[in-house]
């Protein structure tokens, strides 16, 4: 590929101030503005941990990385460490990392058993995250004001900038209108506009925040291939259940597969067991609830206490499978259901990776070769064909994905983080 023609600045290193204050170096970059984003995208990922890294990435000069370099510092987003990086092969080069005091975004997450809000700088790495319970009641703007005033008080707390908030819930949201069109788990009505809600509640307690609101499993796979399990994989397919309910989603060369309305991968209604259980959209044997943690419980006979999180409940009979045969029968019931799930969706969408999160992933790691075996059996290719199966990376998945998600106007145009 081609060099691209963004002169270099003459700007030392002595001039430059970090914050607003940065006129030399602007003149130059107005001219490669475009490239400011795509290195913040690399830094941000881990995927340019040096200045030559960088260079090679974006196909420019060496000059023209260390002027993008020095601009992504002076916003104050990234760190350059002229210390030489002794580690890698041939002519040394600068470090690059995220800027460890710079911004922080606001994640939060909406869940059956709570929720949870984070702050979250650059690179992938979430502050100590809050959970709390839902509140008594259900409606959704006095539950979104609870998440937005926890928020708040992580903001309020922290000596960091705090540049967006952004949501993720365990239902569909359509991009046109930001409504929450299953919110089942949530008992909310269909079309609740939560994107509209949660920008208000977010205004109430943090005026003047852009706000963001997205599907959860698609936050998750967005998270996992940026900093997780997905780095490189080229069609990956994540599949997750957390609390009640399955997740899907599917990113395709670095974008997620949103559909035409951000309704894409709704792969808990599959139906993997006709006569199976059943399920809130009024059909039987939905992967969605064949295949979710109260599944296995049930297939246990256990039931959690009230107050329990139903992960934590479902991992502690994976746990027993080990030395218990109904704890063991029960592990293998919904394997067979994940795996006939899956298989489904390998067919239809044929990608190369399969991450599992929630308790997926500890079903892999209780079956870790009969899960990726029932897939290959199912999938019309057969074993000839195996799609590596592995487990999520990431601890908190979700919010790590509505940071992304906040994150993104501004690795998307850096320049903007300056504003406000
Ligand atoms: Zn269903």
Do not use: K
């Not at 941990?49 to 060496?62: G, I």
């Not at 990234?78 to 470090?95: I, L, Q, T």
């Not at 070769?369 to 290719?381: G, I, K, N, Q, Y």
Request: some cysteine.
């Amino acid at each position: 590929m081609q060099n691209r023609g963004v002169p270099h600045t003459t700007t030392s290193p002595a001039q430059r101030v970090p914050g607003r204050d940065r006129p030399a170096v602007r003149p130059a970059l107005d001219r490669g503005r475009g490239l400011l984003g795509p290195a913040l995208a690399l830094i941000h990922s881990g995927r340019a941990p040096t200045r030559s890294v960088l260079t090679s990435e974006l196909a420019v000069t060496r000059a023209t990385a260390g002027a993008i370099a020095a601009e992504l510092e002076a916003l104050g987003l990234v760190a350059v460490d002229p210390r030489p990086s002794g580690s890698g092969r041939g002519r040394p080069s600068h470090r690059l990392a995220v800027a460890p005091g710079g911004p922080v975004v606001l994640a939060a997450q909406l869940h059956a058993d709570g929720f949870s809000v984070a702050l979250a700088g650059l690179g992938g790495t979430l502050g100590e995250p809050v959970d709390r319970p839902l509140p008594r009641t259900a409606d959704p703007e006095e539950v979104l004001r609870a998440v937005a005033e926890a928020g708040a008080r992580l903001v309020a707390a922290s000596p960091r900038r705090c540049l967006g908030a952004a949501l993720a819930v365990p239902t569909p949201v359509t991009d046109s209108g930001g409504r929450a069109l299953a919110a089942m788990y949530l008992d909310w009505p269909s079309g609740t506009p939560v994107r509209d809600l949660f920008a208000a509640a977010v205004a109430g307690a943090l005026p003047g925040l852009p706000t963001a609101v997205a599907n959860d499993a698609n936050l998750a796979a967005l998270a996992e291939h940026r900093h997780g399990a997905g780095c490189g994989a080229r069609h990956l397919l994540y599949v997750t259940s957390g609390h009640r309910g399955v997740g899907g989603a599917l990113v395709v060369d670095g974008r997620l597969h949103t559909g035409s309305d951000g309704l894409a991968l709704e792969v808990g209604q599959l139906t993997v067991d006709p006569g199976g259980r059943p399920c809130p959209c009024g059909r039987r044997g939905c992967l969605d609830v064949e295949a979710d943690p109260p599944a296995l419980l049930a297939a246990a006979g256990v039931t959690p206490g009230p107050a329990e999180p139903l992960l934590e409940a479902a991992r502690a009979v994976v746990r027993a499978a080990s030395h218990d045969p109904v704890a063991r029968a029960a592990v293998d019931r919904v394997v067979e259901c994940l795996g006939a799930g899956l298989a489904g969706m390998v067919n239809i969408l044929n990608p190369d990776r399969i991450v599992l999160g929630g308790i997926h992933l500890d079903l892999l790691a209780a079956a870790p070769e009969r899960l990726p075996a029932v897939v290959a059996e199912r999938c019309l290719w057969g074993r000839s064909a195996g799609v590596p199966v592995l487990p999520a990376a990431l601890e908190r998945p979700d919010l790590t994905g509505a940071a992304e998600l906040a994150w993104q106007p501004f690795l998307d145009d850096p320049q903007s983080t300056a504003a406000g």
